[in-house]
């Protein structure tokens, strides 16, 4: 039986004792991943910049996964306001181009700590 690994974002940690995410052979969860700066550990103010931080941030995840962003079969988006799915649509069409294959998604209004606009949970298989 395959052992669990875990998935971390180098420079990005959460204030629990949780991992980024973990893998079990070729199946990958992530944790709650947000638009925090690696360098300043806080994240943008401006929606967009902090979407565009976010999608950053799940490219090195999956990397660090050893996939892609392609391997992403499903997300869960978490919005401090429903305004923000803007922010996060921009992104996400950038990252998934191409309307035949793109990962479930689904997202949630939810209250979110500090700064953070929004964040995406993750589900790949590689």
Same mark, same amino acid.
């Given at each position: 039986?395959?052992?669990?690994?875990?998935?971390?974002?180098?420079?990005?940690?959460? !204030? *629990?004792?949780?991992?980024?995410?973990?893998? @079990?052979?070729?199946? /990958? %969860?992530?944790?709650?991943? $947000?638009?925090? &700066?690696?360098?300043?550990?806080?994240?943008?103010?401006?929606?967009?910049?902090?979407?565009?931080?976010?999608?950053?941030?799940?490219?090195?995840?999956?990397? !660090? *996964?050893?996939?892609?962003?392609?391997?992403? @079969?499903?997300?869960? /988006? %978490?919005?401090?306001?429903? $305004?923000?799915? &803007?922010?996060?649509?921009?992104?996400?069409?950038?990252?998934?181009?191409?309307?035949?294959?793109?990962?479930?998604?689904?997202?949630?209004?939810?209250?979110?700590?500090?700064?953070?606009?929004?964040?995406?949970?993750?589900?790949?298989?590689?």
């Amino acid at each position: 039986m395959a052992k669990r690994k875990v998935i971390e974002i180098p420079g990005l940690v959460h !204030q *629990a004792p949780i991992p980024m995410g973990a893998k @079990i052979g070729n199946v /990958v %969860y992530s944790s709650a991943i $947000s638009g925090i &700066e690696p360098q300043t550990k806080s994240p943008p103010q401006d929606p967009d910049k902090q979407a565009e931080a976010l999608f950053r941030n799940i490219r090195t995840f999956m990397k !660090q *996964a050893g996939g892609t962003p392609e391997d992403i @079969i499903r997300m869960t /988006v %978490y919005l401090k306001e429903e $305004s923000y799915r &803007e922010a996060i649509n921009k992104e996400w069409l950038k990252m998934f181009p191409d309307e035949h294959s793109r990962p479930a998604r689904h997202a949630i209004k939810i209250e979110l700590r500090g700064e953070v606009l929004f964040q995406i949970e993750l589900v790949a298989v590689l």
